[in-house]
DNA sequence: ATTCTGTCGATATCGACTATCAGATAAGAA
DNA sequence: TTCTTATCTGATAGTCGATATCGACAGAAT
């Protein structure tokens, strides 16, 4: 934890950028719920609890800059928030999430089963891939009794 | 084209729904632009061309229909814009996108190579599947000799 | 001290989208 | 037809996440 604040400080420090109260209190409150996608809102209401005085704009811009660094992601999973989610150190490509359509709960797959298909598309198409994003949409294994008729989930949702 | 909106003129009916002038309106902007992914301003505006006296409401509530009867499909690249995109007819998973980090191009692989990957994620994950979405963020065969470091485009893309 | 740069909190503003609501339109029933 | 009812529409106000703006303030440089 300590390590990984300090770590961090530095990372700003080599870009000219400081690690003042408003933004380590962001940090660590990223820190300690990293297995969460936590909205800016929520990163917002959490650190209030430990600094009270901080700004939602501070938030927001503490977030940008976490994530123009990439020391933190930017995700979406479609319901009109972005998310963040610590970036797997030295990961070149962040992981796989399982979005459950009846729970909406978002699981991870931290493997990268990606590697043949990528070097497909990057003969296939001519594109050199610098990231991807790989979602699967179902029903995880704690709703599969609750739902009868996955068809009908499909629905307006984006994806 | 004629083929088409007849047909969507049926499924809606299916579903006790009209197709009002309004509406044949929209599904033919869509059709018209099939290869494009038309925002809902987007698809405002051109059917604003055909059809000078509809509303903005109106646009966004016949997307919305077309979309939960499973007609088109939602889009996001993480511009923060939703958009639109006609489900290939009979298609299970909607298909794989290429979004150039530097043009901003989104092109696209009709193919699905994901079946053995799927299985394997519904064995391991107990988690059944309905649809997916695959992204790759790059850089595109249009670009790659104007872009020195791929690296410094990571950013703060959300992805 | 004075200036400069970076950062801050409060808040106005933006842009995409949704809700509301009165009026129009179409489909039945009498 | 005429009345009734449900659906649909356009205008517009409101919502909500995110950004821009602004004056204030701290620390470093001159």
Redesign the pocket.
Known sequence: MEERVKQIKQQ?SAH???L????EATVRVLLENEEDHL???DVYLLVKEK?P??????V???L?LLSDLAIIHKLNFGD???RYEFRAEGAEHHHHHLICLHCGTVDEITDDWLGPIEKRVEKQFDFQIIDHRLTFHGICHRCKDQVKDPKKLVGSKVT
């Open positions: 700003l000219n950028y400081k003042t109260p408003q933004r909205s800016a809102e600094a005085e901080i700004g939602l704009a501070t927001y811009r503490t940008e009109g928030v972005t």
